[in-house]
């Protein structure tokens, strides 16, 4: 199976801040790669899909980068709706995995 | 704009079977351009995906839980269920139900997400 490492596991940082999230797959997955926002006892909710697809609706604040086995989540300028848990999901054709996430909390 | 809406017994014994189904509104579960998947996420924890299947019944399961695990598709009533048996403990968590799009690259990613629904594995 693909392992998907994400790091940091958790972020501090303060309104304004530009943040980046990393994950890195155990072996290569093109550009199969989607990142999810997900706030307390809410559903996950699709940011960036295929590495850098913006989904329809998503602040253009967001953006993902990367290929192969580096893969990036950057947010330009954090605000105050953006404290939250982030996963990256790989998806080939017969398996998916979630990173372990990576918690976005307030400096 | 797809729906989807989970039900089924929010309380399970151990060594017994979990059953939930997935109710989808808003489009046909008959669609070329969807997988249908389950995701769980124990208290606390981060984010695992169980199985997708398509509406001809293709099935992908995650291998630590293939042997126990079932997804079925119920193109009559626009629904998805989960099996899951022999359930301990581990098992406890909220379940998610998710539609997942599928590019011209076959290419999958999950849009549209259930609210998810609680399940607590206790005698």
């Known amino acids: 199976d693909i392992q998907m490492t994400q790091s940091p596991s958790t972020l501090s940082a303060s309104v304004g801040d530009r943040v980046t999230i990393s994950c890195r797959a155990s072996q290569g997955i093109s550009r199969w790669l989607a990142w999810y926002q997900q706030k307390p006892g809410k559903a996950p909710n699709l940011l960036i899909y295929?590495?850098?697809s913006l989904q329809s609706g998503v602040p253009s604040r967001f953006s993902g980068s990367g290929s192969g086995t580096e893969f990036t989540l950057t947010i330009s300028s954090l605000q105050p709706d953006d404290f939250a848990t982030y996963y990256c999901?790989?998806?080939?054709?017969?398996?998916?995995?979630f990173g372990q996430g990576t918690k976005v909390e307030i400096k | 704009q797809l729906q989807l809406q989970e039900s089924g017994p929010g309380l399970v014994k151990p060594s017994e079977t979990l059953s939930l189904t997935c109710t989808v509104s808003?489009?046909?579960?008959?669609?070329?351009?969807?997988?249908w998947g389950w995701i769980r996420q124990p208290p606390g924890k981060g984010l695992e995906w169980i199985g997708s299947?398509?509406?001809?019944?293709?099935?992908h399961y995650t291998s630590s839980l293939k042997s126990r695990v079932t997804i079925s598709v119920d193109t009559s009533k626009n629904q998805f269920s989960l099996r899951l048996t022999s359930v301990t403990a581990a098992d406890t968590a909220v379940y998610y139900c998710?539609?997942?799009?599928?590019?011209?690259?076959?290419?999958?990613?999950?849009?549209?997400w259930g609210q998810g629904t609680p399940v607590t594995v206790s005698s």
């Open positions: 295929k590495a850098s």
């Open positions: 808003g489009g046909p579960i008959i669609s070329s351009s969807y997988y």
């Open positions: 299947i398509n509406y001809s019944e293709n099935t």
């Open positions: 999901l790989q998806s080939n054709t017969y398996s998916r995995t």
């Open positions: 998710a539609g997942e799009r599928k590019d011209g690259y076959n290419y999958l990613y999950f849009d549209y």
